[in-house]
């Protein structure tokens, strides 16, 4: 299995930043794909970022130019940079990884951390 812990929600006002970490239980390497996913109260879990095979980055519309998703593999983390916080961009974000095994296809998810943004 693998393991996903997520950190670095919290609250923050309109304009404000957050830097949100996937901490990784094995080695980026062995994982196929990672990425951010959010969900808000009513609404199904949306992809917010992600990194495919061979480092290609693919991001929501509703965040491009403002979040960015990046990896530190000597540290088995991903994190998403988010900047110029709006208050739609209140929910939970989940940390993503797929990883293929024998060609089957896991998906794993973190817990969760709360981002709110608000003023």
């Known amino acids: 299995q693998v393991q996903l812990v997520e950190s670095g929600g919290g609250l923050v006002q309109p304009g404000g930043s957050l830097r949100l970490s996937c901490a990784t239980s094995?080695?980026?390497?062995?994982?196929?794909?990672m990425g951010w996913y959010r969900q808000s109260p009513g609404k199904q879990r949306e992809l917010v970022a992600a990194?495919?095979?061979?480092?290609?980055?693919n991001y929501a519309d509703s965040v491009k130019g403002r979040f960015t998703i990046s990896r530190d593999n000597a540290k088995n983390t991903v994190y998403l940079q988010m900047n110029s916080l709006k208050s739609e961009d209140t929910a939970v974000y989940y940390c993503?990884?797929?990883?293929?095994?024998?060609?089957?296809?896991?998906?794993?998810w973190g817990q969760g951390t709360q981002v709110t943004v608000s003023s």
């Open positions: 993503n990884a797929r990883v293929v095994d024998y060609g089957n296809l896991y998906e794993y």
């Open positions: 990194f495919t095979s061979g480092g290609i980055t």
């Open positions: 094995r080695s980026i390497f062995s994982i196929n794909a």
